[in-house]
Every structure is written in C-alpha cells, then in structure tokens.
Nanobody, 121 residues
Framework: QVQLVESGGGLVQPGGSLRLSCAPSPAIFVINTMGWYRQAPGKQREWVGSNTAGGTANYADSVKGRFTISRDNAKNTVYLQMNSLEPEDTAVYSC???????????????WGQGTQVTVST
C-alpha cells in the first residue's frame, strides 16, 4: 500500500521552531510536486506552501518568511521548516504529493496522515 509518512510535529513555545518531514512508503516512489496544508480546530484546511519537482517553492502570505520547504532527493523526503512559530500556527499539518514510479510513470496523488503542531506556552 502506497502512503506518505509524516513526522516531526509536537509542542513548541511561541518563537520556536519545528521541522516536519514527509516521505513516500515504499521509498521507491518518487515525489514530484509536494504541498503542505494545515487545519486548525473549527477552521477549513488551508494551503501553507508548495514545492515543485524543480525545487521552486511558493508560500501562503501568513507563513512567508518564516516557513521553508526543501527536499532531499537522495532521501526522497520533503521538509517543512517552521521558524518563529506563533500560536496561530497551531494546526494539524498534512503533506500532499504527486508520486511517480521509478520508471517515470505517474502513480497518483497522496496525502499524509497529518501531524499535530501546537504552539503554546
């Protein structure tokens, strides 16, 4: 069964940092485009940022300058580095990726299981 596996969430104080990671399982599948989303309690899911296969990243205005998406192609993993965290960043964060087979054939669009990020004193 193909899935995206997330890790790195947790509790952090305001102004702190966390790094989330997202990788496909089995690891043989290749990440093409990747997006991060979040959903706070009582709110709709919102887009946080995206990273293309070529490495170009775009961000929501609410996180621009504080969050950075990067990828390690050798590890087939995409990261969301979150700095200067604010209580308003508290949410369940999910990754979404287009995966390809090792031979370059499109596999599908997948979501991670979500990881909780809580920013609080």
């Amino acid at each position: 069964q193909v899935q995206l596996v997330e890790s790195g969430g947790g509790l952090v104080q305001p102004g702190g940092s966390l790094r989330l990671s997202c990788a496909p399982s089995p690891a043989i599948f290749v990440i093409n485009t990747m997006g991060w989303y979040r959903q706070a309690p009582g709110k709709q899911r919102e887009w946080v940022g995206s990273n293309t296969a070529g490495g170009t990243a775009n961000y929501a205005d609410s996180v621009k300058g504080r969050f950075t998406i990067s990828r390690d192609n050798a590890k087939n993993t995409v990261y969301l580095q979150m700095n200067s965290l604010e209580p308003e960043d508290t949410a369940v964060y999910s990754c979404n990726a287009v995966l390809f087979r090792p031979n370059g054939v499109f596999l599908g669009d997948y979501w991670g299981q979500g990881t909780q990020v809580t920013v609080s004193t």
